[in-house]
């Protein structure tokens, strides 16, 4: 009877303690589930929140507003092209607001993954670049190292001083809240491809591709450092002209991208017991970067905006070289995932 009583008290207080426990467990995964769906919620609306002045800008001047653009500037001229662009930009910039539904909606997970990755893909590469560079040019400035009156007064008009603060500080916040969602996002659907350590070399042709993008990187960023800190090799007499350490900053930073491409690349192909997730990112980074902007400047080379003497053969050249070792790193990439795909 007593030994029943106490056997049967034991039961009560473990099943209780269970109980208790599993509810404390229970009770903690429910907290911790509510404040990531306030997290998702709050990053979302901050997302969809700086995307309102670019839309805002880029809408009024394809319906013919001046705002923001002085007189004089060439973003006036004549012809479709800057119609067109500002069209394109805005769709661009219209697509964060479709990335933020696929984050923060059930349908998002039935997205194919293409499909999703690849708009991520170059959100990232064009928004890194932009979250470096521009702080950047606002300490230079800051320290007194920008150009002086004399040096802005001489530069053909562009664009109001407040529209650049404008639009990059809202790229800046759309960069910070698409990864707010994107790393939770990719955790909960591909969190397999990332987990441990990166593993086995990968097989030697994409070895030789990683080599060729580091070799590629290293000869990119050796002319974007020279421009970045003055040299004037392969530039044009209008470009020398117009340098300034603000410039300087913006050529800085896209030799660090083409380097992160290379370094990325070759990281993931040999392998090892570093961890998965880290290179991952360092490799994605890289390449998105390097491949985006890289384009991005090549297409640039073509518009009204620059002349025809304004293009030398080492600005293409150099322009292109990033572009192919952020697709070659984007190779890597691809492989190296296939790899955990098959193994996992």
């Known amino acids: 009877m007593t030994t029943r009583a106490v056997n049967a008290n034991e039961t009560t207080v473990g099943t209780a303690g269970t109980a208790g426990t599993a509810g404390t467990v229970g009770g903690a995964r429910v907290r911790s589930g509510a404040r990531a769906r306030v997290r998702r919620r709050a990053s979302g609306a901050v997302a969809l929140a700086a995307t309102v002045p670019y839309l805002c800008l880029k809408g009024a001047w394809v319906a013919g507003s001046r705002i923001g653009i002085p007189d004089g500037s060439v973003l006036l001229g004549p012809g479709l092209f800057f119609k067109v662009a500002n069209a394109a930009t805005m769709v661009m910039d219209a697509a964060v607001i479709v990335l933020v539904l696929a984050f923060t909606r059930p349908w998002g997970r039935r997205v194919p993954s293409l499909l999703l990755t690849l708009p991520v893909f170059v959100a990232t590469g064009l928004l890194v670049p932009i979250v470096v560079a521009f702080p950047g040019q606002l300490l230079v400035r800051a320290v007194g190292l920008g150009p002086d009156e004399a040096a802005q007064?001489?530069?053909?008009?562009?664009?109001?001083?407040?529209?650049?603060?404008?639009?990059?500080?809202?790229?800046?916040?759309?960069?910070?809240?698409?990864?707010?969602?994107?790393?939770?996002?990719?955790?909960?659907?591909?969190?397999?491809?990332?987990?441990?350590?990166?593993?086995?070399?990968?097989?030697?042709?994409?070895?030789?591709?990683?080599?060729?993008?580091?070799?590629?990187?290293?000869?990119?960023?050796?002319?974007?450092?020279?421009?970045?800190?003055?040299?004037?090799?392969?530039?044009?007499?209008?470009?020398?002209?117009?340098?300034?350490?603000?410039?300087?900053?913006?050529?800085?930073?896209?030799?660090?991208?083409?380097?992160?491409?290379?370094?990325?690349?070759?990281?993931?192909a040999r392998g090892g017991a570093r961890p998965a997730r880290w290179a991952l990112a360092l490799g994605w980074t890289g390449a998105a970067a390097a491949a985006s902007w890289g384009l991005w400047l090549l297409i640039s080379l073509t518009g009204p905006v620059v002349t025809a003497n304004e293009v030398t053969t080492a600005m293409v050249l150099t322009y292109a070289g990033q572009t192919i070792t952020g697709l070659l790193a984007a190779a890597v990439l691809t492989r190296f995932l296939a790899a955990r795909r098959r193994t996992g």
């Not at 809202?170 to 593993?199: D, K, N, T």
């Not at 040299?231 to 002209?241: F, P, V, Y």
């Open 153 to 268: 007064a001489a530069k053909e008009p562009f664009l109001d001083p407040w529209v650049f603060n404008v639009v990059y500080g809202g790229f800046i916040l759309q960069a910070l809240a698409l990864a707010a969602l994107f790393v939770p996002y990719a955790r909960e659907r591909w969190g397999g491809l990332w987990q441990g350590v990166q593993g086995e070399r990968l097989p030697s042709p994409t070895g030789v591709v990683a080599g060729a993008a580091a070799v590629l990187a290293a000869a990119v960023a050796a002319v974007e450092l020279s421009w970045a800190f003055g040299g004037t090799a392969g530039l044009s007499a209008s470009q020398i002209a117009q340098f300034s350490p603000e410039r300087g900053v913006v050529f800085a930073t896209y030799a660090i991208c083409t380097l992160v491409a290379g370094a990325g690349a070759v990281n993931l």
